[in-house]
């Protein structure tokens, strides 16, 4: 019933900036938070950054001052801008939207995207 789906990840050298994209469909009611989340390799999955309907946003201490969250409330869409890639940036990241359906408000599910690698080498 909710499709997320994530798009802009790809091989960047240090330094460099990324962008990417997500977007929620499907039988939405009310989107609450949403957020990007990786993953690295041997690693647990991690908040990287996440946003209210109401634009307060939270980041994890390792991309404050490089990411930044915002969202498109009317298209149900938030991006990750990423300056100054580092190499430990690598992973896959993951877009995670809070949804209530539509005719089941009350309840908030979380909904993945399928994630989009994100690799920083020279």
């Known amino acids: 019933q909710v499709q997320v789906v994530e798009s802009g990840g790809g091989l960047v050298q240090p330094g460099g900036s990324l962008r990417l994209s997500c977007a929620a469909s499907?039988?939405?009611?009310?989107?609450?938070?949403m957020g990007w989340y990786r993953q690295a390799p041997g690693k647990q999955r991690e908040l990287v950054a996440d946003?209210?309907?109401?634009?307060?946003?939270n980041y994890a201490d390792s991309v404050k001052g490089r990411f930044t969250i915002s969202r498109d409330n009317a298209k149900n869409t938030v991006s990750l801008q990423m300056n100054s890639l580092k190499p430990e940036d690598t992973a896959v990241y993951y877009c995670?939207?809070?949804?209530?359906?539509?005719?089941?408000?009350?309840?908030?599910?979380?909904?993945w995207g399928q994630g989009t690698q994100v690799t920083v080498s020279s």
């Open positions: 946003i209210t309907s109401g634009g307060n946003t």
């Open positions: 995670k939207a809070d949804v209530a359906i539509r005719n089941f408000a009350g309840v908030v599910n979380g909904y």
């Open positions: 499907g039988n939405i009611f009310s989107i609450y938070t």
